[in-house]
């Protein structure tokens, strides 16, 4: 039986190392093209022929293996003047969800924050490729990032975004079913006794959601209040004081879905308790938290997003995906700490 010629017969022969040999044949590496013709014809003298079973293992180790480079992922966070990262429970939590996936696979994290210029964008994109970075995850991308070149060079890349606006859906993504959301929410809030239950949301934020939570209120608001009057919403371009007194004597709502802060401190300016005048509930609020409204479980969402992209790490899917990805955690209804207060 004819012995198999192996790739350290053809380095010997060749004078060079097997990694040397392998390279040429597969063609990677940085090799010269006399030296790569040079190897491949070699082997076709000595008559080697690839070994199937042990190019289909290679193949599957590197398909299912970090290789080296890998070992390091980035976060990349907005800068916004009026959410800060470190301090948002929503981004606390997604950040906190990344770090305990990366631990448990043995990932470092690094978290760069960006103000959206291009000038930013070229200096991180520039700073992940030299210090080899190649694994990245999006944490809440702004609207203002939704051309695909802007923020990162794509190509160098491997990126997942996590609750993307709906124009950077081009990309890899863990989020929330906002349509689902609004339709939970709105029905938990009619079941607790509510019947006069208001929308009032700034622009900014319902674009967030290319207007898909509001769309899911809305269907629930039609189906549950058919016959009766139905407040409209009030979606508007900036906070005012004025504004939101005035929709409240208009409309008399005895619950809001709305934004946290501004509308507790407006309220208590006008002398209004929530929940016992009016109850209020949030889009987005956490265990533990004595905000109504929809657990979006981003401790989970940030998890998924580092199995989603160690996933595509090991396959080495750089790039903008022709067929993205989108992976969608459910979300919860939460009462809060406190009772939501009925009104029959």
């Known amino acids: 039986m004819a012995t198999r010629i192996r790739l350290k017969d053809i380095a010997a022969e060749a004078g060079v190392t097997v990694a040397t040999v392998s390279h040429a044949l597969r063609g990677t590496g940085k090799i010269s093209l006399a030296m790569r ?6 082997a076709q003298q000595l008559g080697y022929e690839e070994d199937p079973l042990l190019s289909a293992l290679a193949r599957y180790r590197k398909r299912t293996s970090p290789t080296s480079g890998w070992h390091q992922i980035a976060v990349v966070v907005p800068e916004d003047p009026q959410l800060d990262w470190r301090s948002a429970p929503d981004q606390v939590r997604l950040l906190g ?3 305990s996936a990366a631990q448990r696979w043995r990932l470092s994290v690094e978290i760069f924050a960006h103000d959206g210029s291009p000038r930013a964008c070229r200096e991180i994109s520039r700073t992940l490729h030299n210090r080899g970075i190649r694994g990245v995850i999006l944490s809440f991308p702004r609207p203002w990032e939704k051309e695909k070149p802007r923020l990162l060079e794509w190509d160098k890349f491997v990126a997942v975004a996590c609750k993307p606006v709906f124009s950077q859906n081009f990309l890899n993504s863990v989020t929330t079913d906002h349509f689902g959301n609004g339709r939970i929410l709105f029905r938990e809030l009619h079941k ?7 929308f009032y949301f700034s622009e900014g934020l319902d674009l967030v959601s290319n207007r898909a939570f509001r769309a899911g209120v809305t269907i629930e608001q039609q189906l549950l209040t058919q016959g009766r009057e139905q407040i409209p919403h009030r979606v508007f371009a900036a906070w005012d004081i004025t504004d939101f007194k005035r929709w409240i004597a208009d409309y008399r709502p005895d619950c809001i879905i709305s934004q946290r802060d501004q509308l507790y401190a407006w309220a208590q300016e006008l002398n209004v308790r929530i929940p016992d005048d009016v109850g ?13 409204g929809i657990n979006q479980h981003h401790h989970r969402i940030g998890e998924e997003a580092v199995f989603l992209l160690r996933d595509q790490m090991a396959l080495g899917n750089t790039g903008v995906p022709r067929l993205p ?5 459910p979300s919860e209804w939460y009462s809060g700490r406190k009772p939501v207060s009925a009104h029959t």
Do not use: D, N
């Not at 607790?192 to 208001?198: K, Q």
């Not at 990805?325 to 955690?329: D, E, N, T």
């Open 280 to 292: 209020m509930a949030v889009p987005s609020t956490f265990e533990g938290s004595q905000e109504v």
């Open 97 to 99: 969800g990344i770090k």
């Open 325 to 329: 990805l989108h992976l969608i955690i």
């Open 37 to 42: 013709e040079r190897i491949r014809t070699l």
């Open 192 to 198: 607790s006794g509510y019947r006069r239950i208001g």
